[in-house]
């Protein structure tokens, strides 16, 4: 199955500034995905990043905050925009290919003061 | 609404005891079932999966799951519990019909007594 790198691991933020975050499968995969853990919850998918078009936004989420690219079939980014204290999450990545299915990255810990 | 449900929200239980978590979906088509595990801290871990074949699914560290298709389950298992079993433990669900992504339950936090 891939590996992903997931960074930066953890962060803490001012409120109103931005954080993007990285993850970098160590083969092609098809498709990639971001989701979004809050405090002492489950997974909540985000978004699928397509290489070469606009991501597919899940029911409640949108572009101007989440902004995704998917440069190619190796790397995605998600940007968290304009953040504020309820952006504190778990934001993990997750790729698609090889026989485990899915794999996730080791996710990213957000704190906005 | 195609869901995943974990009914046990936390379950306790004394080491060497036997463990079976709960996972219930409503989708309908067979999907391809997964169990993860994440411990403090940490990210997720592959348990196990079900994609066809066999109902009865082997995985990492002494866990085994049972597909039910007429009870739209598949409840993860452990004989004996080991201190380090101490996770949350999270069942998903992808629905190739619908496209693939996973959909992943609440949660079960597994709390082990010695």
């Known amino acids: 199955s891939a590996v992903i790198s997931q960074k930066p691991s953890r962060d803490i933020c001012q409120r109103g500034t931005s954080l993007t975050i990285q993850c970098q499968v160590d083969?092609?995969?098809?498709?990639m995905f971001w989701y979004r853990q809050q405090p002492g919850q489950s997974l909540t998918l985000i978004a699928t990043?397509?290489?070469?078009?606009?991501?597919?936004?899940e029911s409640g989420f949108v572009i101007d905050k989440f902004p995704i690219s998917r440069p190619n079939l190796t790397f995605s980014t998600l940007t968290v925009s304009n953040m504020s204290p309820e952006d504190s999450s778990i934001y993990l990545c997750?790729?698609?290919?090889?026989?485990?299915?899915?794999?996730f990255g080791s996710g990213t810990r957000l704190t906005v003061v | 609404a195609q869901s995943v449900t974990q009914p046990d929200i936390h379950i306790t239980v004394s080491e060497g005891a036997s463990l079976e978590l709960r996972c219930n979906y409503s989708?309908?088509?067979?999907?391809?079932l997964f169990w993860y595990v994440q411990s403090p801290g940490q990210g997720l871990q592959l348990l196990l999966k079900?994609?066809?074949?066999?109902?009865l699914v082997q995985g990492i560290k002494g866990f085994e799951a049972e597909f039910k298709r007429s009870q739209s389950s598949f409840n993860l298992r452990k004989p004996s519990v080991h201190w380090s079993d101490a996770a949350e433990y999270f069942c998903?669900?992808?629905?190739?019909?619908?496209?693939?992504?996973?959909?992943f339950g609440g949660g079960t936090r597994v709390l082990v007594k010695p």
């Open positions: 997750s790729s698609l290919g090889g026989s485990d299915g899915y794999t």
């Open positions: 989708y309908g088509a067979t999907p391809y």
């Open positions: 990043a397509n290489q070469g078009s606009e991501a597919t936004y």
């Open positions: 998903a669900v992808d629905v190739k019909a619908a496209g693939n992504k996973l959909t």
């Open positions: 083969s092609q995969v098809t498709m």
């Open positions: 079900y994609f066809s074949g066999d109902t």
